[in-house]
């Protein structure tokens, strides 16, 4: 009996290990080999004294001209609330003033909801 169980163990036991050093798709893509004739030279950046400022330095530039153009948005804004479509009450909210059509005309406006 333990005869007869010896090749299928060795059978089983070959691929098994077989299996395992087979190479994955995933292994291929790791493993990229670099040229070794390439020398790789990390240079050193200068520290400059005020370095610990740099980034609040520009943090506040930044926050600047952000104020900037926030303003600029903000009176361009203010001039175009005073054209007459939002100033003016009898625009209704409309680009153009609404018709005023005699009593059995009228019809309910899509865009205010109001008969005019």
Known sequence: MILKSIPILFIFCFFVFTDA????????DTKQEE???????????????????????NAIKEYEELQKTNA????????????PQYSDPTYFGHKKKPKKR??????MCKECGIVH
């Open 72 to 83: 600029k948005k903000k009176s361009k804004m203010q001039k175009d609330m005073q054209k």
């Open 35 to 57: 040229p070794s004739n390439i020398k790789t030279v990390k240079k050193k950046k200068k520290v400059n004294k005020n370095s610990y400022r740099y980034k609040m330095d």
């Open 102 to 107: 005699p009593l059995n005309k009228r019809k």
């Open 21 to 28: 050093l087979a190479q994955t798709t995933r292994d291929s």
